[in-house]
C-alpha cells in the first residue's frame, strides 16, 4: 500500500505516546514505574483539564520546587527546605489550604504529596504568587516516598486530610489509614511529631481512631481518647465547605508519636 502524501499546511496532529510527560520538564506520568512492587492503591487518579496558568507554572516552577517521587534516592530535607522541620501532606487537592498554612507557619516547610496534576499546578501557582519559599511539590505514590525516600524521624509531622474514604466496604483495604501505614508513618516522624487526620466520612473516622489508638507509637492528644476540635491552623477547605453544608460532621484526629 503506498504512503498517504502529508500536506505541510496541515500536518498530523502530535500524539503523545504512552507515559511521555504532559509537560515538558514537569511532573512524570508514572514516576514510580517499575523500580518496585505494585502494591493496592489507596488514592483514585482524577484526570480533569489543566488550564493556562497551571500549565505554565507546572513548566516554569516544577524544576525548582517540584520532584517526582522515583523510590530512587532518599531526600536530603534539610538541603530542601534550608534547615526548616518539615511536614509531609498527603493528598492536597487544588492547594489552597496548604497555601495558606505555608503562609501562617513560614517555619515549618511543607512536603506537599498528590497525583492531581492540575492541583500540582495550582499550588506551584499559588506559592509563587504568595512569595513562599516553604513548599515542596511531590508527585506519585506517598507510600513509596515514605517507605524509599525519607529517613528515619526525618518528618516533624503528617497531614492526611479528607482522603478516600472508600465507602463500600469491599474497598476498605485501600483506606490509606491501616496498621500498615502507621507503622511505616511512625518511623518516619520523630518523637513528639503530630500525626493529624481529618474526615467528614464518620465511619472512616471511626476506624481512624481506632487503629491510631491501638497502635503502640502513638498517643492520643486528646485527654478523653476521642476526636480533636478543628484546630485553627488547618483551613476550613472549600471541599469542608461543601460537606458541611450538606450536613457532613467533619472530625479530627491529632496523635503524637511517642
Not at 476506624?207 to 486528646?222: G, K
Request: glycine share 10%; with cysteine; proline share 10%.
Amino acid at each position: 500500500m503506498s504512503e498517504q502524501p502529508v500536506n505541510p499546511e496541515h500536518p498530523a496532529p502530535y500524539i503523545r505516546p504512552k507515559g511521555e510527560p504532559r509537560f515538558p520538564g514537569g511532573p512524570a506520568a508514572d514516576p514510580a514505574g517499575s523500580h518496585h512492587e505494585r502494591r493496592i492503591r489507596s488514592f483514585q487518579p482524577r484526570r480533569s483539564r489543566v488550564t493556562t496558568g497551571q500549565a505554565e507554572a507546572l513548566e516554569r516552577l516544577w524544576p525548582r520546587w517540584g520532584l517526582d517521587i522515583d523510590g530512587l534516592r532518599v531526600l536530603d530535607l534539610d538541603a530542601m527546605f534550608d534547615g526548616l522541620p518539615v511536614v509531609l501532606e498527603i493528598g492536597f487537592g487544588m492547594g489552597e489550604a496548604t497555601a495558606q498554612m505555608a503562609a501562617d507557619d513560614p517555619a515549618t516547610g511543607i512536603l506537599a504529596t498528590d497525583v492531581h496534576t492540575p492541583g500540582q499546578g495550582n499550588l506551584l501557582r499559588l506559592a509563587e504568587g504568595d512569595g513562599l519559599s516553604n513548599i515542596r511539590v511531590a508527585n506519585g505514590d506517598a507510600i513509596i516516598l515514605l517507605r524509599e525516600m525519607l529517613k528515619p524521624g526525618a518528618l516533624s509531622g503528617l497531614r492526611v486530610y479528607f482522603p478516600d474514604p472508600w465507602p463500600k466496604a469491599r474497598h476498605h483495604k485501600r483506606r490509606l489509614i491501616q496498621p500498615e501505614f502507621l507503622h511505616l508513618a511512625a518511623d518516619r516522624l520523630a518523637p513528639g511529631a503530630v500525626l493529624h487526620c481529618a474526615t467528614d466520612w464518620e465511619p472512616y473516622a471511626e476506624q481512624m481512631l481506632d487503629v491510631l489508638t491501638a497502635h503502640p507509637d502513638f498517643e492520643n492528644t486528646q485527654e478523653d481518647g476521642g476526636y480533636a476540635p478543628r484546630p485553627e491552623f488547618r483551613p476550613l477547605t472549600r471541599f469542608e465547605g461543601q460537606g458541611l453544608d450538606k450536613g457532613h460532621v467533619v472530625h479530627d484526629l491529632l496523635f503524637r508519636r511517642r
